[in-house]
Structure formats: structure tokens, C-alpha cells
DNA sequence: TGAAATACCTTTTAGTTCGAGGTATAGTGA
DNA sequence: TCACTATACCTCGAACTAAAAGGTATTTCA
């Protein structure tokens, strides 16, 4: 079914692995589950997700990877550089401002007189 | 250029539509206004996205409209059915869920130990 | 031995927002 | 009268991207 475009999730799992990656480098597969509990069970996104963001923010320069073995495993770790967290903060100002947008349509009519 | 799925914005047009509609009957082009005024200027939607996310929610039965005659020229009211008011209610809390998942993982680190 | 967890990855699909462009009428000011 | 703006409807194409499903290989544990 593949749903996509679901529902306010457009721009999300980047704004979220930016917010990780900027408090502790961190790989791939440990990512899925950060997110899961840094979000406290409200979002859950599958690897299919995470990697193809990850290799993206690579290549466009906002994190950079080291690959280190870790008993007989490889894993990728990420971490941001400049130029992510300069696009962490622009994603974040994006987010409050939609985030307060939506928040005053829908409180409004409360008091309707 | 088409900025298209711009951060954040996936899912908002039906939604805002949908909450401005179930206040009251509108119209494609006083919409346009309306969401301009209602989310604070935070959030501006264009023709183009109006009436297509309008043709689309009518067709799934969310919404009914009638044709108007006014000066002349014929405006389209559009208003809620109640599968439309179900769908509201669906958005609004999909809306919630991510928000305050994002909100606790933003906030998260200010006590870092 | 087998299953589950760890750890990486790619491909395909399904949209959906946005800008630009198009038509036509009504109202305003010069 | 002429031009311009505002009103009011609409369509099309492009770009972007989240999600599911599927794939490989190793380690751990019962």
C-alpha cells in the first residue's frame, strides 16, 4: 500500500535524525530506535526510511560518517557537521512556525462571539 | 522550480480546509484568504493547492457544495459532510500525535546530565 | 540447529504540494 | 473610454519523498 505523503510527516524523520545526531554521533540501526523513544513512542521510522535520509544528508554535506568495527560488525557512525547543524536550525524554525500556524487555526473559535 | 513537499506541509491543506469548513460554508478563493488570516500569516496556500485538495475531498464525500450566484459571477460553497467531520477528527489527531512527539524530542536535552 | 537480533542496504510506489499559467467578469480611477 | 486590479474559477507538470517490502550477512542465544 505504500502509503506515502502520510499524513504531516514531510520533512520529519530529517528534522529528527539532525536533533539526534547534533547531541551524540550515532549509526544507523541505533537511530531507529532513538527515535522511537525520543519522540516517546509517537513516531516510528523504518530503515527504509533512516538510510536513504542518512545517505542523503551525507552527500549533501550536512553529516559526515566514520565506519567502525564493533565485535565482528560494522557499523556507519553519523554525525552533523556545519552546514547540518545550520539546516537543523532552519528546519526547526520551519517547524514552529507551521507547528504555531496550525496551532492558532485550531484553537480559534473558542471564543466565538 | 516547485518546491514541492516543502518540510512540514504534507497533510496541512486538508486539514486546515477541513477546520475552516466546519465552522462554516466558504468558498475556493475566500478559503485562500481565510488560511492566510486563521494560521496568523504563519501558513499561505495558494489557488493552485486549494482547489485541487477541494475537488479531491469532494469526490471522497468529505465535502458537498452548491453552486451561488453573487453580482454575477458564481461562487462555489463548499461545507462538511459527516464523513468529513470524521476525517477532521482523524487529522486532528494524527496532527497531535506527531506534534507532540517532535515537541518532546526538540525539547529533550536541556537537563543533560 | 535454528531463530531472533543486529546491521547494512536498494527498489518501487504513490501520491501531493507548489508554481505557473489560463479564462472571465466586476469594479475602480484617470 | 481605457487600463488595471480584484474577484473567482480552473488545470497541468515537476519535483520531492515517506513507506513497505525485500535483500545480504553476521552474531547471539536457547
Do not use: C
Amino acid at each position: 500500500m505504500a502509503q506515502t505523503n502520510p499524513p504531516f510527516m514531510s520533512g520529519v524523520p530529517e528534522l529528527l535524525l539532525l536533533r539526534l545526531l547534533d547531541q551524540r554521533e550515532m549509526y544507523g540501526y541505533e537511530l531507529v530506535r532513538s527515535i522511537k523513544s525520543a519522540t516517546g513512542e509517537a513516531i516510528s521510522l523504518g530503515e527504509g526510511v533512516i538510510y536513504p535520509v542518512l545517505h542523503s544528508l551525507e552527500r549533501n554535506g550536512s553529516l559526515k560518517s566514520r565506519r567502525k568495527p564493533v565485535g565482528g560488525r560494522t557499523r556507519v557512525y553519523y554525525s552533523l557537521t556545519s552546514k547540518g547543524r545550520k539546516r537543523l536550525n532552519k528546519l526547526q524554525d520551519d517547524w514552529q512556525r507551521v507547528q504555531s500556524g496550525i496551532s492558532t487555526a485550531l484553537e480559534e473559535g473558542f471564543a466565538a462571539s
